[in-house]
C-alpha cells in the first residue's frame, strides 16, 4: 500500500503561481470563496455563513495535512502572496495509488489560465511525489469550465453517473474524469 508523508509541507511553483500552504491569514478570502453562491454553484455543500464555517474549513484542511490524508495548498500570484484559490489532493485512496483532486478560484481570476496551470503541478506532484497511479476529478455535468481544464491536462472522461449524489433535496449526477501516470504529459 502507497505511504503518504506531507511532512514537511512543500511548496509548489509554476511560472506565475506559487501553491503554499493555507493558513488562518487566509480566512477572509476563504469566506469569500466558500460563501459565494456562484463559486459554489458545482459544489454540492452547504455555503459557509459565517467566519467561523471559514476557519473550520481550514482547521479541516490542516488535520488532513498533519493526519497525512489529504493536501491542499493556496494558490498565489508569484508576486502577491493573497490567497486567490485553492486546489488539492482532496480524498486520497492509498491502498489503490489513487486521489481525487479539487480546486475553486475567486471570480475575478477565472479565464486566465490558472487552473490549468495549477492542477499541472499538483498532478505532476502526484505522480512523482505521492507515487500515484491515477488522479480523478469529479465534477458536475454541468461545470463545462472546469471539463475544458481538466481536457487540457490531459484528463479523459471515465464516466457520467446518473442521480448518485442527494444533496439539498434532489438528486445529482456525477462526471469522473482520470488521468493515469502512463498518460501524464
Request: charged letters at 25%; proline letters at 4%; a negative charge.
Amino acid at each position: 500500500m502507497l505511504t503518504i508523508n506531507f511532512h514537511p509541507f512543500q511548496n509548489l511553483e509554476t511560472e506565475r503561481l506559487l501553491l503554499r500552504r493555507i493558513d488562518v491569514n487566509d480566512v477572509e478570502e476563504i469566506f469569500s470563496l466558500r460563501s459565494n453562491p456562484e463559486t459554489m454553484k458545482y459544489v454540492p455543500r452547504p455555503l459557509a455563513k459565517t467566519i467561523k464555517d471559514a476557519l473550520e474549513h481550514i482547521a479541516m484542511i490542516d488535520a488532513k495535512i498533519k493526519s497525512n490524508e489529504g493536501i491542499n495548498w493556496a494558490i498565489t500570484l508569484k508576486d502577491d502572496p493573497k490567497f486567490i484559490g485553492i486546489i488539492g489532493h482532496y480524498r486520497i485512496n492509498p491502498e489503490n495509488y489513487r486521489s481525487e483532486i479539487g480546486y475553486m478560484l475567486l471570480p475575478e481570476f477565472h479565464g486566465k489560465g490558472i487552473i490549468t496551470e495549477a492542477i499541472r503541478e499538483v498532478v505532476n506532484y502526484g505522480f512523482h511525489k505521492m507515487q500515484l497511479h491515477s488522479i480523478e476529478a469529479i465534477i458536475d455535468p454541468e461545470n463545462t469550465a472546469s471539463e475544458k481544464v481538466l481536457l487540457k491536462n490531459g484528463f479523459v472522461k471515465e464516466a457520467h453517473i446518473l442521480e448518485n449524489e442527494f444533496y439539498d433535496g434532489k438528486f445529482l449526477d456525477t462526471v469522473i474524469y482520470s488521468l493515469l501516470k502512463r498518460n501524464h504529459m
